[in-house]
């Protein structure tokens, strides 16, 4: 499978946990964008990454949320002492070099759904 | 700031009638265009693009939109509905010199046999 692959698909935590969400982009892609779903809302814009770079993190909560990208492996959104608030759909997608305001679509895989007890 | 508006959370259509899913934006600069569909636990999938290229885009799965600078719409149409095109459809802008996406709030669509 060639798409954007994300892991797990469930994940299920309490109050107080880590959540690590793990997407590694379509083949020959190198730039992953992280949003997440709410509820009767579409998606909301997260943070945008490249190899080892973090190029816009504007949609990012300042506190408990941060992304990677390393050079070796998967994007990581890690999410640190989980609130009910934090459950959500999140959603990798990917894309080949966008360039400025690219028309080059994001391909995004099929979400993580993270619930908190 | 970009803004989409999706007119209509639901829609409902007979199999085989006219799907018509509205999409808005806002910018003085016409945008990048994306109508994206999603089916239950699944993630988004790419309908049709607009690019400046050419006012009507053909999609897959029978899907059109045209884009109208005047009233800032692209409309998403298929003139026969299909049962298996039940799903949530969004619609989506990226303005110039952005990355990201902004999306409108999704309207589901359900196809009554």
């Known amino acids: 499978n060639a798409g954007v692959m994300q892991n797990p698909r469930h994940l299920v935590r309490r109050r107080g946990q880590e959540a690590r969400l793990r997407c590694s982009p379509m083949k020959g892609h190198s730039h992953v964008y992280w949003y997440r779903q709410l509820p009767e809302e579409g998606l909301k814009f997260m943070v945008y990454l490249q190899k080892e770079n973090i190029i816009d993190e504007s949609g990012m909560p300042k506190e408990r949320f941060s992304a990677e990208f390393p050079k070796e492996g998967p994007s990581i959104l890690r999410i640190q002492q989980v609130v009910r608030g934090d459950s959500a759909a999140y959603f990798c997608?990917?894309?080949?070099?966008?360039?400025?305001?690219?028309?080059?679509?994001?391909?995004f895989g099929d979400g993580t759904r993270l619930s908190i007890l | 700031a970009q803004s989409v508006t999706q007119l209509g959370s639901h829609v409902s259509v007979s199999e085989g009638a006219l799907v018509l899913l509205r999409c808005n934006y806002s910018s003085s600069v016409p945008p990048y265009l994306f109508w994206y569909v999603q089916y239950p636990n699944q993630g988004l999938q790419l309908l049709l693009k607009?690019?400046?290229?050419?006012?009507l885009v053909k999609g897959i799965n029978g899907f059109e939109a045209e884009f109208k600078k005047s009233e800032t719409s692209f409309h998403l149409t298929k003139p026969s509905a299909h049962m298996s095109d039940a799903a949530e459809y969004f619609c989506?802008?990226?303005?110039?010199?952005?990355?990201?996406?902004?999306f409108g709030k999704g309207t589901k669509l359900s196809v009554i046999p």
């Open positions: 989506a802008a990226s303005g110039a010199g952005s990355y990201q996406l902004t």
């Open positions: 997608a990917s894309s080949p070099n966008p360039g400025q305001g690219s028309n080059q679509p994001q391909h």
């Open positions: 607009y690019t400046s290229a050419a006012t």
